[in-house]
């Protein structure tokens, strides 16, 4: 139960450092007379480019918790109504991301406008076997992962952050001892309101992140499932808490972590 309460924890900060905390120059990608730059909202988001993406070690593998997005591999297409990127394949993974340009009426644009675009929808997918051969593991680990977020409010201000996650990961290890793992999960990101351009503050004002998971362990003769219901609240400070209830084999327990995301200390649960 302690393994599972710091995977839930270690999932949670992977995916939220990169979305409040980084920041980025990457000025690529589609351009107009009024050019709104596409880098930093990616960052915002937790998609950004390799050196932002965020990932979870496994077994001494980087196992990447969101998809690299990179708009000059993108082009528009008018039957999608938006630009599609091209494939990237890595250490077995494959991404694909498209993303769309909307107008304050929701209307899809071919060229972002500082003026004009008023939302930024980015929808990633990532798929793939990954090979755990270091620190003494040894098996593989599949993964699935579909992302469709939203950033609002470019007009006005104050950015706001909504979108799901669902990934699905089927983990089987030969060493150092036989183990078959699957989990399922789901995020939900909801009126993450975003500091804005220029500020001081790094860290969300507001808004949550929800996880959901279940989870089905085999080792040895025993199986073990369990869910987990995660909320993490956001406040305006490096500072968020995660309240975790962890059900398993008819038990539960319920945590609340305390955790500094510029890693100025260490997360304090209880």
């Known amino acids: 139960m302690k393994s599972q309460r710091r995977v839930v924890v270690a999932s949670v900060v992977a995916s939220t450092i990169a979305l409040a905390g980084c920041h980025s120059t990457d ?39 969101m998809v690299p997005l990179v708009p000059s591999s993108c082009q528009y297409s008018a039957a999608v109504q938006g630009f599609t990127c091209a494939t990237l394949t890595s250490n077995g993974i494959t991404f694909n991301a498209t993303f769309f340009l909307l107008d304050a009426s929701g209307h899809s644009q071919s060229q972002p406008d500082a003026s004009t675009t008023a939302a930024f929808r980015t929808v990633a997918d990532m798929s793939g076997t990954i090979k755990l051969d270091q620190a003494g593991s040894s098996g593989t680990m599949t993964l699935v992962s579909h992302q469709d977020q939203t950033l609002s409010g470019l007009l006005t201000g104050a950015h706001v952050l909504n979108g799901t996650t669902t990934t699905h990961t089927d983990l089987t290890l030969t060493a150092p ?88 200390s260490v997360p304090v649960c209880t």
């Open 27 to 65: 000025a690529t990608g589609p351009s107009s007379g009024n050019t709104l730059d596409l880098g930093p909202l990616i960052v915002e988001m937790g998609v950004g480019s390799g050196n932002v993406a965020g990932s979870l070690g496994v077994g001494g593998a980087a196992i990447p918790t």
């Open 177 to 264: 001892y036989a183990t078959h793992a699957v989990m399922d999960s789901k995020a939900v990101s909801a009126n993450v309101t975003l500091p804005k351009p220029g500020d001081s503050d790094h860290w969300p004002t507001s808004g949550t992140i929800t996880t959901d998971a279940t989870s089905t362990t085999q080792f040895a003769s025993q199986s073990v499932t369990g869910t987990t219901h995660s909320v993490l609240t956001f406040n305006g400070s490096s500072t968020v808490t995660i309240t975790s209830t962890i059900s398993s084999d008819g038990s539960s327990f319920t945590t609340n972590c305390k955790i500094n995301l510029a890693g100025a």
